[in-house]
């Protein structure tokens, strides 16, 4: 598999310039990388290893600091890599499954490697290392999707003012404003500066976090609640649910769940409803609701669970309902 290749796909996604220039330099290093190790194998030349890891040494730094820089907005000079890799799980930017994979490469190949001038590493190490990077960049691009789309709609805040001020004329409550600003939300997604890929979630997850955010202040966001927390992710594959609710809404006492879905044809309706019904245990949400996410045009409400949850979708007025029905 060219794990390279996907996280390329996904730069096409990034509306900042100078983060995907960034981004391009940690790319060139690991490639570098991958040449090292294939004309090391090839050549027999087990120096080349070394130079591998060398390179994987200035991608690893490039990542963190990347990261804590752009998703943070927080100056990376004179902050170790200890520091940084604290501060990221601290803010939830990275989990504490990742953390370990920077730990463990921190420890096994970047300090070795610049404090043991003897060491002489092999293909099975240039190979670890290598993986070990790409995987740690494809956690973090994530990320960085979610921050960039964040800025994005940042840039639309005069089309959303212009709706919030039809909203507060209208004096609802939590829920049914939640709906209406969900059901006005594609219309201002799919417009310029940046009309996105919509089938990336992590960039839907951005912009919905900042368009919500001025639709009312007042309302606590969290986005992927729990992926940070290895037991709550360990319970929640214990009830067999694939993955958490992208985000949760507060508002004094009451808490909704929102789930991205980019499918026309809504093929996963089953492991949608499953995912709602067997995690609120952990999440004790009053109502969930699934944004079928796919073009600009009118939307509406469809019910699709009553009990033990209620589960609502916003979708097309125009769809394929024989799919699901």
């Known amino acids: 598999m060219n794990t390279l290749a996907f996280i390329k796909r996904k730069l096409n996604l990034i509306d900042s310039e100078e983060t995907v220039k960034k981004l391009k330099i940690i790319l060139n290093h690991l490639e570098v990388a991958e040449k090292h190790f294939i004309s090391g194998i090839n050549d027999c030349e087990i120096d080349l290893f070394n130079d591998a890891i060398y390179r994987t040494n200035q991608a690893y730094e490039g990542i963190l600091r990347l990261a804590y820089e752009n998703i943070l907005e927080k100056p990376e000079k004179n902050k170790t890599n200890i520091e940084i890799e604290k501060t990221l799980l601290q803010e939830k930017i990275i989990n504490e499954r990742t953390k370990n994979y920077i730990s463990l490469y921190r420890g096994d190949f970047r ?54 001020k039809v909203l507060i004329h209208k004096n609802l409550n939590f829920i049914d404003l939640l709906k209406e600003a969900l059901l006005i939300f594609p219309n201002i997604y799919f417009k310029n500066p940046k009309e996105s890929d919509f089938n990336n979630g992590f960039y839907i997850i951005g912009e919905l976090q900042a368009y919500l955010e001025k639709i009312n202040s007042n309302w606590k966001i969290t986005i992927l609640p729990g992926i940070e927390d290895m037991k709550m ?89 024989d799919e699901y029905e």
């Open 233 to 321: 992710m360990e319970l929640l594959e214990q009830a067999n649910v694939s993955s958490p609710p992208d985000l949760i809404i507060e508002h004094q006492e009451e808490m909704i769940r929102i789930d991205i879905c980019t499918d026309k044809d809504f093929h996963f309706r089953k492991n949608f409803l499953h995912n709602i019904e067997q995690s609120n245990i952990f999440y004790n949400v009053k109502q969930a609701f699934i944004l079928q996410l796919t073009e600009k045009t009118e939307y509406t409400i469809t019910r699709e669970l009553k009990e033990p949850i209620l589960v609502e979708r916003i979708h097309p007025i125009k769809e394929r309902k």
């Open 111 to 164: 300090n070795s490697s610049i404090h043991n001038y003897q060491l002489r590493f092999n293909e099975s190490d240039a190979f670890m290392a290598i993986n070990n990077t790409t995987s740690i960049l494809y956690t973090l691009i994530n990320q960085l999707l979610i921050h960039d789309a964040y800025l994005v709609m940042k840039e639309k805040n005069h089309l959303i003012e212009d709706e919030v």
